[in-house]
């Protein structure tokens, strides 16, 4: 059974950096996109980032583009989030997602909190 664990989250003061690491345990990521999404409670669940694990072509949404880059560590089975700039609206509960033909995996969540 794959589990796709988070690390990395913290309190940080704004314009301050963090860099989330996901790591998939029980399996190796072998294909398709790994993605980070974030949630405040309250509000909608958003799209962060994407990677594709072989090419390692990405996408990140407007609220985060030129401050986070999603990229991966093939050696390590590892995809990581630097956020860097971070401002008190990126505090959220972070993500990690894989889906596949066959299961769609997530991360228990980890928290980003950014204090102004």
């Known amino acids: 059974q794959v589990h796709l664990v988070e690390s990395g989250g913290g309190l940080v003061q704004a314009v301050g950096s963090l860099r989330l690491s996901c790591a998939a345990s029980?399996?190796?990521?072998?294909?398709?996109?790994i993605g980070w999404y974030r949630r405040v409670p309250g509000k909608e669940r958003e799209f962060v980032a994407t990677?594709?694990?072989?090419?390692?072509?990405?996408g990140d949404s407007t609220s985060v583009k030129g401050r986070f880059t999603v990229s991966r560590d093939i050696a390590k089975n590892t995809v990581y989030l630097p956020m860097n700039n971070l401002e008190p609206d990126d505090t959220a509960i972070y993500y990690c997602?894989?889906?596949?033909?066959?299961?769609?995996?997530w991360g228990q969540g980890i928290q980003v909190t950014v204090s102004s």
């Open positions: 029980g399996g190796s990521f072998d294909s398709y996109n």
């Open positions: 997602t894989w889906p596949t033909p066959s299961n769609y995996y």
């Open positions: 990677i594709r694990w072989i090419s390692g072509s990405v």
